[in-house]
């Protein structure tokens, strides 16, 4: 028994106690999840399929329900034993729910329904919302590091557009964060959310998680040959040009990139170095390097070091009117957000200089530097049926009216005129009737997952 997997401890303590708390004769719990608001004013929903895939998709047992039960005992809070037991005498230990959502890779503007779950046995009324904490998490975090990725792409791509080539806009966000995340499992969703917008990271998990979870049949994200501070600094401060040497020896070849991080001690000293005694073997390599300062202000030292750079190795004038770099580049990974990018990019525009001539690699800030408030996320119950009779469920605080829930069974429709909106389920027919869509459709039945995205259709369906 793996116990870490199993949902009936994926969940808080207090939830144990709720089916207790909702009134006689509740049949039936409907439950929605949004961003209410945030950082940005869309979504870009991602992250469903590998917790349906992960979590959902194996059926709870007996030894599960056993541990369950002197657990929560130890624990100090009640625990239905006889339902979790029902649960896997009535349905092979699978949950009886419909989950519904929008397609993976889809923006939606904030305030709008992204998933609902309810329960299709009356006797299971109280599954709907236990599994409320593993289903809020399993959609929140990818959904908001792929939101956050794709708005960074969109900067990107604003500034290629005017100074560059926009065909190079896939590899300009490298993931770095693996590191920088609080878990295995979390570098692997977030670097997976990322990967739906670029194709570049250096966080393996995150690329597996895409080939086991979303049917990649192809490579789905690349690397290139890159050094660290260790293997530089190793070779000594009097060794600093072997060391540099060492990686046009080993990685440079004719269309080959290779990245090497060069402020270990001086960067402009370093660029130099680059651009007198290795410049003739750089040329003949027929490789690009890339040149990887790692601190001081990012906006001031990217300036400094493509100025540098381009001293030494020259640059063309591209059909644009802005210099790219004959032979090198520059990755910029220290203090990279996206407001720094911006700035960067911002500054090289300025100075005449393309967005060709960098790439950034995101960190802490990609994978870590958010949270379930950045976009104001919610799983709230909008319905219940209770004695057979429907009635809508909803909170209404008078300290913030931002929390306000939403009420009845709810969907999210297309209208013939392309607005996105949240309505009534009630309303759809109409709404289709009249050329509209509606934009969620099951994809989790009663433990059978219905719709298996493949992540060339993610993508696509979050292309800017």
């Not at 190793?234 to 070849?253: C, H, I, P, V």
């Not at 591209?318 to 911002?346: F, T, W």
């Not at 392309?418 to 099951?442: F, H, N, P, R």
Request: glycine residues 8%; proline residues 3%.
């Amino acid at each position: 028994m793996n116990i870490s997997k199993s949902i009936i401890l994926n969940t808080d303590s207090y939830k144990t106690s709720h089916w207790l708390q909702y009134p006689p004769n509740t049949e039936f719990v409907f439950s929605y999840i949004e961003a209410r608001g945030g950082v940005y004013q869309d979504t870009t929903f991602f992250g469903l399929q590998m917790f349906l895939k992960e979590y959902l998709s194996k059926p709870i047992t007996q030894s599960e329900i056993d541990f369950a039960t002197t657990f929560y005992a130890a624990h100090g809070v009640p625990f239905n034993r006889e339902g979790w037991s029902n649960l896997l005498v009535k349905h092979n230990g699978y949950l009886p729910l419909r989950i519904k959502a929008v397609k993976e890779g889809t923006t939606v503007p904030i305030k709008n329904v992204l998933v609902t779950v309810e329960n299709t046995d009356p006797e299971f009324y109280w599954v709907t919302s236990y599994i409320e904490t593993a289903l809020l998490r399993a959609v929140w975090y990818p959904t908001t590091v792929c939101t956050m990725s794709r708005n960074i792409k969109k900067v990107i791509k604003n500034y290629l557009d005017r100074t560059g080539d926009p065909s190079g806009l896939n590899f300009k966000l490298h993931d770095f964060g693996s590191r920088g995340v609080s878990s295995f499992e979390s570098a692997g969703i977030g670097d997976a959310a990322h990967l739906v917008n670029f194709m570049g990271t250096d966080n393996v998990t995150g690329v597996l998680n895409v080939m086991s979870y979303y049917n990649a049949t192809t490579m789905p994200a690349f690397s290139i040959p890159a050094s660290e501070h260790s293997s530089i600094t190793s070779w000594g401060r009097d060794n600093e040009t072997s060391a540099y040497d060492n990686m046009l020896k080993q990685f440079g070849r004719e269309g080959s990139v290779l990245a090497c991080v060069s402020d270990s001690y001086d960067i402009i000293n370093a660029c130099k170095i680059w651009g007198t005694t290795l410049k003739q073997k750089v040329i003949d390599s027929g490789a690009t390097v890339v040149i990887r300062p790692d601190s001081g202000h990012p906006e001031t030292v990217v300036s400094q070091v493509v100025h540098e750079l381009d001293k030494y190795f020259g640059s063309i004038i591209n059909d644009k009117g802005y210099k790219v770099l004959n032979n090198v580049r520059v990755i910029q990974g220290d203090g990279i957000n996206e407001a720094s990018i911006r700035g960067i990019l911002l500054t090289l525009e300025f100075s005449g200089y393309s967005a060709d001539n960098i790439v950034f690699g995101q960190g802490g800030a990609l994978l870590q530097q958010l949270n379930r408030d950045t976009q104001h996320w919610a799983m709230k119950c909008s319905w219940a049926q209770i004695n057979g009779v429907g009635v809508d469920v909803y909170k209404d605080p008078v300290g913030d009216i931002t929390k306000k829930s939403k009420k009845g069974k709810i969907t999210l429709v297309q209208t013939s005129f392309g607005d996105v909106m949240t309505v009534l389920e009630s309303d759809v027919s109409a709404i289709c009737a009249a050329g509209g869509q509606e934009l969620l459709e099951t994809v989790w039945l009663n433990g059978k997952l219905l719709k298996d995205f493949n992540f060339d259709a993610v993508r696509l369906n979050a292309s800017i």
